[in-house]
């Protein structure tokens, strides 16, 4: 063998254990990703599980309740029902493209974390999709035939496919604007109950239970955050979703200032009031562009609208004189 022989079996053998390499690399990572994602739904099931022991606990004190209480009951079983039978589907083929990483993620930031709401959501959309194109076809029986029929048979059918993620888009985003509201009240919080002595996990737990009123997004977050906390996660892996599940930059960093606070200690006060006074400066800045937007909306408006009347009163007069005048020489 010649030397460029050899030096060509050694190149392909080098490429052969890089490509191996890769290849244990790339099986270890799946393995990994797999494994978080066990961990993840095996907290998810038990937190649902301790949720739905606590409801049948208040369902059996509640037997002697009144007939609404019951019809309730009996609408929330039959719900867990629905969802139970989604679940089933949630980890085939089917369900992931029914239930995608992207429905996953609006679902997590409308509060539904758990398998529950992901399997209702899985049966809400075949439901739909199947239901949707049922009632067009008895009611367009007759008066469409041919192409126009199956058009109007797919379009029903990509309408009630897409109804409940429509509904759950336009709920997610109300929620990522009620974070961006809530935020700077949820840091003063934090700071005057740090300044007073609590402890992080204290200070949780007084957002969570007694300002639900005023934070009613960022306090329920909170909550999920904590009993996550609780069933066995550690504080950084609760504060992923909070950080990561609705794209806000101050958000994300009032998540890390807490996972270092728990991890080291130390004092916050003055990095939080510092992050107060900057959001509200944002705030007022944001204001102050969309007030500016509505006065050049508003110019347009007033055209539109009072220009008219008041040419009508204060010309009208003139106008009307003019015209007798007019009247009377002729």
Not at 8 to 31: C, F, P, T, Y
Not at 106 to 126: K, M, N, P, W
Not at 269 to 290: H, N, S, V
Request: glycine letters at 10%; a positive charge.
């Amino acid at each position: 063998m010649t030397a460029a022989q050899i030096g060509s079996i050694a190149l392909a053998l080098g490429a052969l254990g890089v490509l191996l390499l890769g290849m244990v690399a790339l099986l270890r990572a799946s393995a990994a990703s797999r494994a978080e994602r066990a961990l993840s739904d095996a907290l998810d099931q038990r937190i649902a599980a301790l949720e739905a022991a606590k409801a049948r606990t208040t369902a059996a004190d509640d037997t002697d309740a009144k007939p609404e209480v019951r019809g309730h009951q009996r609408i929330e079983r039959m719900l867990a029902r629905i969802s139970a039978t989604g679940m089933r589907w949630l980890e085939t083929g089917f369900g992931k493209h029914i239930v995608a990483e992207e429905d996953r993620r609006l679902l997590e930031q409308c509060g539904y974390v758990d398998a529950r709401t992901r399997g209702l959501f899985l049966s809400a959309r075949i439901a739909c999709g199947i239901g949707v194109p049922l009632v067009f076809a008895i009611f367009a029986s007759g008066k469409l035939n041919g192409g126009y029929w199956m058009i109007g048979m797919f379009a029903a059918f990509g309408i009630g496919f897409m109804l409940p993620k429509l509904y759950v888009q336009r709920r997610a985003a109300a929620r990522r604007q009620s974070v961006v509201d809530e935020l700077p009240l949820f840091v003063d919080m934090l700071r005057l109950l740090q300044g007073v002595g609590l402890s992080l996990d204290q200070s949780l737990q007084v957002v969570t239970n007694d300002f639900r009123g005023m934070l009613p997004v960022l306090s329920s977050e909170v909550g999920i955050a904590q009993r996550q906390f609780a069933a066995g996660r550690t504080r950084e892996q609760s504060m992923q979703r909070l950080s990561s599940g609705f794209d806000n930059e101050d958000l994300r960093a009032i998540a890390r200032l807490m996972v270092q606070v728990d991890k080291h200690g130390g004092a916050v006060q003055e990095p939080l009031r510092q992050f107060g006074d900057r959001l509200r400066e944002t705030r007022r800045a944001m204001l102050r562009d969309r007030i500016g937007r509505l006065t050049v909306k508003m110019t347009g408006v007033m055209v539109v609208t009072l220009l008219p009347a008041l040419l009508i009163v204060t010309a009208g007069p003139g106008l009307l004189a003019v015209m007798r005048a007019l009247a009377q020489h002729h």
